[in-house]
């Protein structure tokens, strides 16, 4: 029997009469013949409300008791996915992550070491339905990890791969991948295919569709993704290998836009060797992710500057870690701003076409909007504006780019 793991995202679980209808789309699929595991997130809003909880108890929180708190939501759904599959007289059971067990390392933003599927093979030898809460594990010593916010994707699409699933199907909010968001460009367009790569890079410059984990781990091991609506019967967009398949197609794929960025900058660090890697050690240990980096070239004999992103809700615990080392590290003041916003332009057709970059800047340019960083890769370009700008610059990139539906079509891409 074609085996799949559904994953449905906190605003498909938000209520109980919505899990009735994530209820009925999974009998829908066992109906069809096809062995079924479900990976549910908390009700939407609700790790945000325990991730609060926790800085108002301690704003420093220690990540190993952070867990056991923010883990609960998705333990709640599962419950009641699974009473509400039994109350359609179907074999559902949950199970937590420590039951399987999904064995992780670390805390908050844990990695997953592997996945035991005795206990699922089992399930589905009964024609059962195995529910289990995303977003968690269990570490060698038997405590709860959490594998970072959107983690319920990773923990789908890793099952997927452990079960020799034929595809994971992740259910949202929206019927697919668009060319940006829909809510700041009405005309944006909804896309057929995606490759792994763009998908990647959309996730990791703030497109809200998929996790950025889950995404690397499925191109790694060649899972097929589907992202689908959770609410209307409609096409979605496949996540595939192949860029030669896509004919005819932009060379950019989308714009893509990140809030969830903070600016620090270290002020006069000496120009000597080992004070940048002490500096993003003390990052690594505590087990927060950098992104952009600009460091100013010092003239000989002075003190630089080093500009780098975080996440907004790592920037306590990295302005704490660079307190520790400031000293050793020898930089002199430690600066933070979170009004900033992150947009990119995304595309294959990057590696083939010149003046991508140019035709950005000067489209932001005519607009008055000023660029604090820049950063790229092979198919990405990704600059740091004001927040204030964010909308402006989605919405004139998405023009300038040609991604903008006919009006003719504008109100079935929003």
């Known amino acids: 029997m074609p085996r799949i793991v559904m994953k449905f995202g906190g605003t498909s679980m938000a209520g109980i009469e919505r899990i009735r209808h994530v209820a009925d789309r999974v009998r829908r699929e066992v109906a069809n013949g096809n062995q079924v595991a479900v990976v549910v997130s908390a009700m939407a809003g609700e790790t945000d409300r325990l991730v609060q909880l926790c800085k108002e108890a301690a704003p420093l929180y220690d990540p190993r008791e952070y867990d056991v708190v923010v883990a609960s ?22 199970y937590m992550g ?152 932009n060379i950019i794929t989308g714009i893509a836009h990140d809030r969830n960025e903070a600016f620090i900058t270290l002020i006069g660090l000496p120009d000597r060797p080992g004070t940048v890697a002490a500096i993003f050690r003390a990052l690594a240990d505590a087990n927060i992710n950098v992104d952009m980096i600009v460091q100013s070239a010092p003239r000989a004999g002075l ?48 590696r083939s076409n010149a003046g991508i970059a140019a035709r950005m800047f000067d489209t932001l340019a005519e607009r008055q909007i000023n660029i604090v960083a820049i950063s790229t890769s092979e198919i990405k370009v990704s600059v740091l504006i004001s927040e204030d700008y964010t909308e402006l610059a989605v919405r004139v990139l998405h023009t300038a780019f040609g991604l903008d539906a006919p009006a003719a079509i504008a109100g079935a891409a929003a």
């Open 303 to 350: 003190k630089s500057e080093v500009t780098f992103t975080v996440p907004k809700a790592s920037l306590a615990h990295s302005v704490d870690a660079l307190a520790r080392v400031r000293e050793t590290g020898g930089f002199e003041e430690i600066l933070t701003n979170t009004d900033i916003v992150k947009v990119s332009v995304v595309g294959v057709g990057m």
């Open 98 to 249: 420590w039951q399987l067990p999904i064995r992780a390392s670390g805390h908050a933003s844990a990695l997953i070491d592997g996945i035991d599927v005795a206990v699922l093979d089992r399930v589905f030898d009964d024609n059962g339905i195995a529910v289990i809460p995303g977003f968690q594990g269990v570490t060698s010593d038997g405590a709860l990890a959490t594998l970072g916010r959107g983690g319920s994707d990773t923990s789908a699409v890793a099952l997927a791969i452990a079960a020799k699933a034929d595809r994971c199907d992740i259910y949202t909010d929206v019927d697919g991948v668009y060319t940006t968001d829909p809510r700041i460009v009405p005309r944006a367009k909804k896309l057929d295919v995606v490759t792994y790569e763009e998908m990647l890079e959309l996730a990791s410059v703030g497109a809200k569709v998929l996790q950025t984990r889950s995404v690397g781990l499925a191109m790694r091991f060649g899972m097929p993704l589907q992202v689908l609506s959770s609410f209307e019967d409609l096409p979605g967009t496949m996540i595939v290998a192949d860029e030669g398949s896509l004919m005819e197609r």
């Open 73 to 94: 939501g998705e333990q709640v759904t599962a419950g009641l996915l699974a009473m509400t599959l039994q109350g359609m007289k179907l074999n559902a059971r949950s």
